[in-house]
């Protein structure tokens, strides 16, 4: 499943844009569309018998995962333990009872011990085997206990010999997780899908409003019904940790389910898939005719320029994986989750333009906004552009000369979280296309970027391009190229904005969360001000030194002219 279409060009005259590629962004309703275009059955039709037996118990397991986080009753577990009883039977019961203690064959050796030794060994297995597929290799577990992930990842990838993954539909799983849910980025780099490929093919992602998919995950990976939504929300925070401190992406570190959405579709706050478009409106695509009845509702819509590959996909798509929940999504909020979550992904409510209130609860607020790295990624998006700032050394000598306290204070800005976020320093440059001067008071209010700059689309019809069309398709071919070419490890879109904003100059604003950094900067920048202060001092008193010997300089020559004449 990321591939839903494949080889259609053999059928359409070589035309690949018929292919269509689904970057599965997980609990966003891609099973479905799995489903319905038959991937499991594609998947193994041209394979040997072994690969078929693994990719075939890869989507058994994954249908059973899509209805119980733990499936205990299941004709696997069935198997497991009917084995278990009737080896213990036959290694405590039976075998005692028809076996001497004496040995019969001239070598000193029991058939009966051969046989207490395997029916031994078969409860071990059976019973590791029941426990391992019912507790153990299940999404709560692999998903949040890292030890027992990266067991699984080593199991399918060696232990299995790859029996488990289709590369020609990009589906099962292997050593860099489920290959349904690879990202954009992920499948240029490792190979799956080349550059040209993704370029010309038809591909669609899905994503979702966070709340919700938060919720959608929450029943996924919880570790039963007793686990509230609160305390799984702290687990999952803290699961996060790898992605938060170092924008790590691998599996290794980083379960699929974790990673938000933006970072399947998008490379360096561009966007890598040729059409996003929002679950909450599928549903003006159940039906062909909806298109029609639905016209004037479908304005400014995800789905409203959508290539007909990607529409004739969508159109009529099943919702077949749904959890079956208590309450709406909406009521499993309080205040604390929903500031936490928004923490969580909140490049994703920016980026794919969803509000960061719940409608259906006035009785929250909506989440402070604190100056974050979510908001450095969305002034970085709006100047397209994540360029470095100027070492601090590379300008001293053009700045004029400013007292300690002004020089520290443009330099760099220390504040605390809970500066609110529409506030930012005169001098930061990222900003500047969108704030507003008050005068008098050494600030600017931001102003968010336009919403059509976050989420760029290349779902348009190419038939009549024009310059500027033409020039952003060049553009994205040449970032598929660099996608490819770029490790997949970390995530390109944070390590940039994190590159630009802690190599900070005079003009760059940056943020640092604990007291001891910050002390530690504003002592740094004490010295590098004492510094100026001594350089300035210096270059004064070399010119006052010049002016005196151009001074003497010019009396002597006065005065031996004097004597010549």
Same mark, same amino acid.
């Given at each position: 499943m990321p591939w839903l279409e494949k080889d259609q060009h053999e059928n359409n005259n070589g035309d690949i844009s018929k292919n269509l590629l689904f970057i599965h962004?997980?609990?966003?309703?891609?099973?479905?569309?799995?489903?319905?275009?038959?991937?499991?059955?594609?998947?193994?039709?041209?394979?040997?018998?072994?690969?078929?037996?693994?990719?075939?118990?890869?989507?058994?397991?994954?249908k059973l995962l899509e209805s119980a986080n733990f499936p205990l009753w299941t004709w696997g577990n069935a198997v497991c333990v009917l084995m278990v009883a009737t080896n213990t039977y036959a290694r405590f019961v039976y075998l005692p009872k028809h076996t001497t203690d004496t040995p019969?064959?001239?070598?000193?050796? !029991? %058939?009966?011990?051969?046989?207490?030794?395997?029916?031994?060994?078969?409860?071990?297995?059976?019973?590791?085997?029941?426990? #391992?597929? +019912?507790?153990?290799?299940?999404? %709560? +577990?692999?998903?949040?206990?890292?030890?027992?992930?990266?067991?699984f990842l080593l199991l399918v990838e060696y232990g299995l010999?790859?029996?488990?993954?289709?590369? !020609?539909?990009?589906? #099962?799983?292997?050593?860099?997780?489920?290959?349904?849910?690879?990202?954009?980025?992920?499948?240029?780099?490792?190979?799956?899908?080349?550059?040209?490929?993704?370029?010309?093919?038809?591909?669609?992602?899905?994503?979702?409003? %966070?709340?919700?998919?938060m919720v959608s995950i929450y029943m996924y990976n919880r570790f039963g019904a007793k686990e509230t939504f609160k305390s799984f929300l702290y687990s999952w925070y803290k699961n996060m940790h790898y992605y938060r401190e170092s924008g790590e992406m691998e599996e290794w570190y980083t379960p699929c389910h974790v990673i938000p959405q933006?970072?399947? +579709?998008h490379f360096e706050g561009s966007q890598l898939v040729q059409s996003i478009v929002k679950q909450e409106e599928l549903k003006y695509l159940k039906h062909r005719q909806d298109l029609d009845v639905h016209a004037n509702e479908i304005e400014d819509t995800t789905v409203q320029h959508l290539p007909q590959?990607?529409? =004739?996909?969508?159109?009529?798509?099943?919702?077949?994986?749904?959890?079956?929940?208590? @309450?709406?999504w909406y009521d499993y909020y309080d205040q604390d989750t929903l500031?936490?979550?928004?923490?969580?992904?909140?490049?994703?409510?920016?980026?794919?333009?969803?509000?960061?209130?719940? @409608?259906?609860?006035?009785?929250?607020? %909506?989440?402070?906004?604190?100056?974050?790295?979510?908001?450095?990624?969305?002034?970085?998006m709006a100047n397209g552009t994540y360029t470095p700032p100027p070492k601090i050394t590379s300008s001293r000598k053009q700045e004029p000369k400013q007292s300690k306290e002004k020089c520290r204070r443009e330099s760099i800005e220390l504040f605390d979280l809970s500066t609110p976020a529409n506030t930012i320093s005169t001098a930061a440059p990222v900003a500047a296309a969108t704030t507003n001067t008050k005068e008098g008071g050494g600030g600017a209010l931001l102003s968010p970027p336009p919403p059509a700059i976050l989420f760029e689309s290349f779902s348009r019809d190419t038939s009549n391009e024009d310059v500027s069309t033409?020039?952003?398709?060049?553009?994205?071919?040449?970032?598929?190229?660099?996608?490819?070419?770029?490790?997949?490890?970390?995530?390109?879109?944070?390590?940039?904005?994190?590159?630009?904003?802690?190599?900070?100059?005079?003009? +760059?604003?940056?943020?640092?969360?604990?007291?001891?950094?910050?002390?530690?900067?504003?002592?740094?920048?004490?010295?590098?001000?004492?510094? !100026?202060?001594?350089?300035?001092?210096?270059?004064?008193? =070399?010119?006052?030194? =010049?002016?005196?010997?151009?001074?003497?300089?010019?009396?002597?020559?006065?005065?031996?002219? @004097?004597?010549m004449d």
């Open positions: 962004v997980p609990r966003c309703g891609g099973t479905s569309l799995m489903k319905s275009h038959n991937v499991p059955y594609k998947a193994t039709q041209h394979s040997s018998y072994c690969h078929k037996l693994g990719m075939q118990i890869f989507f058994h397991r994954y019969t064959n001239t070598d000193n050796t !029991d %058939p009966a011990v051969l046989l207490k030794a395997v029916t031994s060994f078969a409860i071990v297995f059976f019973l590791s085997l029941f426990l #391992g597929l +019912t507790y153990v290799f299940v999404a %709560p +577990t692999i998903g949040r206990i890292l030890y027992v992930r990266r067991l010999m790859g029996a488990m993954e289709s590369l !020609d539909y990009l589906t #099962g799983t292997n050593i860099h997780g489920y290959l349904p849910h690879l990202t954009a980025h992920k499948m240029l780099h490792y190979g799956y899908v080349a550059p040209q490929e993704m370029e010309h093919v038809a591909s669609l992602a899905i994503v979702r409003n %966070p709340y919700s998919r933006f970072e399947y +579709t590959t990607v529409k =004739d996909a969508l159109l009529g798509m099943p919702h077949a994986n749904k959890r079956n929940t208590s @309450k709406p500031n936490l979550t928004y923490e969580m992904y909140q490049i994703d409510f920016e980026i794919f333009e969803y509000p960061k209130s719940i @409608k259906e609860r006035p009785d929250l607020s %909506p989440p402070l906004v604190s100056e974050s790295l979510a908001q450095s990624v969305s002034r970085s033409k020039q952003q398709r060049r553009r994205r071919s040449s970032l598929l190229l660099k996608s490819a070419n770029v490790s997949a490890r970390h995530s390109s879109m944070l390590m940039s904005v994190r590159n630009s904003t802690t190599r900070t100059s005079g003009s +760059t604003r940056s943020i640092f969360n604990d007291s001891f950094t910050r002390s530690l900067l504003a002592t740094e920048l004490t010295k590098l001000v004492d510094d !100026d202060d001594e350089d300035n001092t210096v270059t004064d008193h =070399d010119d006052v030194n =010049d002016d005196d010997d151009d001074h003497t300089t010019e009396n002597h020559n006065r005065n031996t002219n @004097k004597k």
